[in-house]
């Protein structure tokens, strides 16, 4: 890795102390953490980092927790530093699992605030990129107060209110929808026994982007974790509640520093799962025959999904019966398994050559959900434009007609942004 890919940062405090490192959420920069530095810094060595492409931080982006978690890893390599506590806010905690499941025998301890083991859906995430590649962050960095406080704290904190709208807009709009992507594709909730470390779980009592139940599902599914809920907080609690979370980090790192003192834990054990062969395995159905699911059926549904969409999927699979069921299998299989899953040709060209062939076919019905697809794939709407315009000349002008009277209405539910979008896809034809 070169150093141009590890993560910009800054360490506070005495040379010689016990590391604390601390993760910023998504849209925020090493700043979230002012606050709790006086304090910290008394008892440890504290490091802060920025995510790629917000704050100062060059615009090398990343598209995994583990990605991240493997920068982080490779600063701390840099600086001559083997054990550390964690603290992360919301997309800075899943990075703090991610260490603790990566690199076990160099975490001591573990706070995790405002996170949870999945963050909303995939297709949130996803959807939030597109909107940002059309209108920018603006949109996103306007709805921030809402998200990240509650409604006092925001008419109070004028000031912060308007820094915190910044920090989201001044950030490199392709690693924040890098990031969204790594959040809809985070899911640790099989792994979270495997965390072998002391971890305190925070949460804001009014935070409803990641609330309290999600904190609860953590310490659930964590052995060693403890729970605290913090009055008056809303998602970015450290910002808005800086003197009861700098309090409750002090007694955790404290405490659990001192209890890992005799030397670091053992690594947790890692279970690989059995291969599955590529021959397939039965599964019982309806009780009258097994169907054959395959590694390319599975790779399938998983590319299907993040194409298409969650809902849209399972919409298509819930009207599935015996009669379509082969069928269903089949789209899965060959066209998501066998074809989208290669790489010789990448997903923006791949939905480039979808929308041209649906159009020059008429299937419009399937154009709308490939739209979709293709702004998910990140197209732009501009770009999509100009393949229509292409199929004019060699499709025909009233099939091109008719394909952009689909494109736009999809692009504009599409782009529009969340706080102003209502329920939509309802009446769309499900698409393969």
């Not at 040379?15 to 920069?29: H, I, Q, Y």
């Amino acid at each position: 890795m070169t150093p141009a890919q590890t993560l910009q940062h800054r360490t506070d405090g005495p040379d010689n102390a016990p590391v604390l490192v601390l993760g910023p959420s998504l849209g925020t920069t090493w700043h979230m953490w002012d606050r709790q530095i006086p304090e910290l810094t008394r008892n440890w060595r504290v490091l802060r980092f920025d995510l790629p492409g917000h704050g100062g931080s060059p615009a090398y982006s990343a598209d995994s927790v583990d990605a991240f978690a493997e920068r982080l890893l490779a600063t701390l390599d840099r600086l001559g530093i083997e054990r550390f506590g964690y603290a992360g806010c919301s997309l800075g905690g899943a990075i703090g699992v991610q260490l603790a499941l990566r690199a076990p025998e160099r975490v001591t301890s573990l706070a995790l605030i405002s996170s949870s083991p999945r963050f909303a859906t995939p297709d949130s995430w996803r959807q939030r990129g597109v909107v940002i590649r059309t209108n920018g962050l603006d949109p996103i960095a306007r709805t921030t107060p809402e998200r990240w406080f509650t409604p006092g704290f925001a008419a109070a904190q004028p000031a912060i209110v308007e820094w915190a709208v910044q920090m989201v807009r001044t950030t490199d709009p392709g690693c924040y929808i890098a990031a969204c992507e790594a959040l809809a594709s985070f899911d640790v909730r099989e792994s979270l026994d495997r965390i072998g470390v002391g971890t305190l779980v925070v949460a804001g009592a009014e935070d409803e982007t990641t609330p309290p139940a999600e904190a609860r599902a953590l310490v659930a599914g964590i052995p060693d974790a403890r729970l605290a809920i913090v009055p008056g907080a809303s998602h970015l609690t450290p910002v808005e509640q800086p003197g009861a979370v700098t309090d409750l980090l002090i007694r955790h790192f404290t405490t659990t520093w001192q209890e890992s003192a005799a030397g670091p834990p053992a690594p947790a054990p890692v279970i690989s799962p059995v291969p599955q062969q590529a021959s397939a395995v039965a599964e019982l159905e309806s009780g009258e025959r097994a169907a054959l699911r395959t590694d390319a059926y599975d790779a399938g549904m998983k590319v299907r999904r993040e194409v298409l969409g969650d809902a849209h999927v399972d919409r298509s699979l819930e009207e599935t019966d015996d009669f379509t069921e082969d069928f269903q299998n089949f789209i899965t299989r060959y066209a998501w398994g066998e074809v989208w899953t290669r790489t010789s040709v990448d997903r923006r060209t791949r939905s480039v050559i979808s929308l041209t062939a649906l159009v020059a076919r008429g299937h419009y019905d399937e154009l709308a959900s490939h739209v979709r697809a293709a702004l998910r794939n990140g197209l732009t709407p501009e770009e999509i434009k100009e393949v229509l315009l292409q199929t004019a000349v060699y499709c025909g002008v009233p099939a091109a007609g008719s394909a952009f009277a689909v494109a736009q209405r999809v692009i504009r539910e599409e782009t529009t942004p969340e706080d102003r979008r209502g329920a939509r896809e309802d009446n769309e034809p499900h698409g393969n």
